[in-house]
């Protein structure tokens, strides 16, 4: 079965930090471009961070940026979000997907999630005191 396994959620208070894990079962990762996503009770979805099939040059939306690190260990078959400084306004259900572009790399609109092959099943972040 072709699927992303999330693990690391949970619940932290204002200022701690937390590490997601995003590990692909069924398929590798090298080729793929892997971005974070959450969803806030009665919002929308948003995308957070996108790193490509390298690791080069990742991305992060305005919120989470200097805050939020993603990386990749292909030999792990994985993608993380180390999450620092987190406060009540990332508390979400976080969502990693894979997406393949012919030329490995975050498209622009990324952010959307539109395009994306594999989805993980998302996993809870409480941020409070």
């Known amino acids: 079965q072709l699927q992303l396994v999330q693990s690391g959620g949970g619940l932290v208070q204002p200022g701690g930090s937390l590490r997601l894990s995003c590990t692909a079962s069924?398929?590798?990762?090298?080729?793929?471009?892997i971005a974070w996503f959450r969803q806030a009770p009665g919002k929308e979805r948003e995308g957070i961070s996108c790193i490509d099939n390298r690791g080069d040059s990742p991305v992060y939306a305005d919120p989470v940026k200097g805050r939020f690190t993603i990386s990749r260990d292909d030999a792990k078959n994985t993608v993380y979000l180390q999450m620092n400084s987190l406060n009540p306004d990332d508390t979400a259900v976080y969502y990693c997907?894979?997406?393949?572009?012919?030329?490995?790399?975050?498209?622009?609109?990324?952010?959307?999630?539109?395009?994306?092959?594999?989805w993980g099943k998302g996993t809870q972040i409480t941020v409070s005191s």
């Open positions: 069924g398929f590798t990762l090298d080729l793929y471009a």
């Open positions: 997907a894979a997406g393949w572009w012919v030329d490995f790399t975050c498209p622009s609109n990324w952010p959307t999630g539109g395009g994306m092959n594999y």
